[in-house]
Every structure is written in C-alpha cells, then in structure tokens.
C-alpha cells in the first residue's frame, strides 16, 4: 500500500553501502561533537552504570515508545507518510543483518550526545531536557515535508530526556533508543513485499 499522494518527492535511491557509511559517518561525527562539547564545556558525561533495575526500566521505555509509534502511525497520516518516506529511504536498501546497526549506530551515539553530554552541560531540569529534545527532533530533519517525524523524535527525545534525568542513568535512554529502532525497523523490512 502507497501512502504517498503523487505530489510527494520520492527518496532517491541510496546503496547498501551508501546507507551503512552514512550511518557510520554520522555516528562518527555524533561522537566526534561529544567528544569536543566534554573538552571546550566544563561538564561531566552521565553516568553510565549496569543495574538490572534501569535495564528494564530502558526495555519498559523502549517498548512504550515502540507502541506509541504503533499507535500514531495508524491515527496520524502525516505521521505514517512521514515515516514510510524516511523507513523506505534508510531501510529498504539494507539486508537483514544490517538492522543491528540501525539500533546500535544512533542508539549510542545520539544518546552519547544528546542524553550524556548535552543534557548535563545546559541542565538535568526540564529546560535541558526541552532543549536536548530539539535538538534531537531538528537531528531528524530530512526535510520539510518530514515535520511529523520530527515532531515525533522530539517527543521521543523528552521521554528519554526525562527518563534520563530520573534514573541518573544513560544507560536507560541508550536501551529504549537501540530496542525502539530495532523493533520498528524489523517490523517495517517485514512488512515490505
């Protein structure tokens, strides 16, 4: 099923290779920004510790935010075009296999940035938490007719803010980022023809 109307630019066609280096690349660069922010910026990375407890609160949190998406994915048509435009440019030229690195890629560095370094640095309040979110929802800009699917990561941002702040564990974003986009990614490759 289309979803697109005929006036709707179609995503031009990336490789496989193409795709997997610009994950590669991006998350590089994520990193590379965190990395300078902990050395101009007099703040601290947030903490990153095991505990069986703030694993399933991250898992919790990962299946929540996949079953919200669920959800407005079949209420919001802007939002299902919008996702389906972006799914069909990242995933349809990637192999089964190559899904790990659509939750490990961005789940980590996105996190690393926006959760580890961002929000300390501005904040661990409500107003780091606003503007981290932004920022991550701006990441998400593919263009102007995406603006649902920023919409939504910026919503997707606060809960992690938020769940970042109350735990004072990264480890907890990190989670619910890397299972959110492997389970929405699996379930988008098979649902394709």
């Given amino acids: ?3 697109q109307s005929p006036n709707d630019p179609q ?22 920004v965190a990395r300078l922010w902990l050395f101009f910026a007099p703040t601290s990375l947030l903490m990153l510790r095991w505990s069986s407890q703030d694993i399933f609160i991250g898992v919790g949190l990962g299946l929540g935010i ?3 998406s669920a959800i407005i994915y079949q209420l919001w ?22 899904i790990m690195w659509m939750g490990l890629l961005p789940g980590l560095s996105e996190e690393l940035l926006f959760r580890g370094v961002m929000l300390p640095s ?44 109350v735990t004072g564990n990264l480890l907890v974003p990190i989670l619910a980022h890397i299972l959110t986009n492997l389970i929405s990614s699996l379930i988008w490759k098979f649902s394709q023809p």
């Fill in 1 to 3: 099923m289309n979803n």
């Fill in 11 to 32: 995503p031009e066609s990336l490789t496989r290779v193409q795709i997997l280096a610009a994950m590669g690349v991006t998350a590089l660069v994520l990193l590379l």
């Fill in 66 to 68: 996949t079953l919200c």
């Fill in 77 to 98: 048509p802007a939002y299902r075009r919008s996702a389906d435009y972006y799914l069909k440019f990242v995933l349809k030229p990637l192999l089964w296999p190559d």
């Fill in 122 to 165: 501005i904040g661990m309040n409500p107003f780091g938490i606003v503007v981290s979110s932004l920022c991550f929802g701006v990441l998400h800009l593919s263009g102007l007719q995406q603006w649902p699917y920023v919409v939504w990561a910026t919503l997707v941002g606060f809960l992690l803010g938020f769940s970042a702040l």
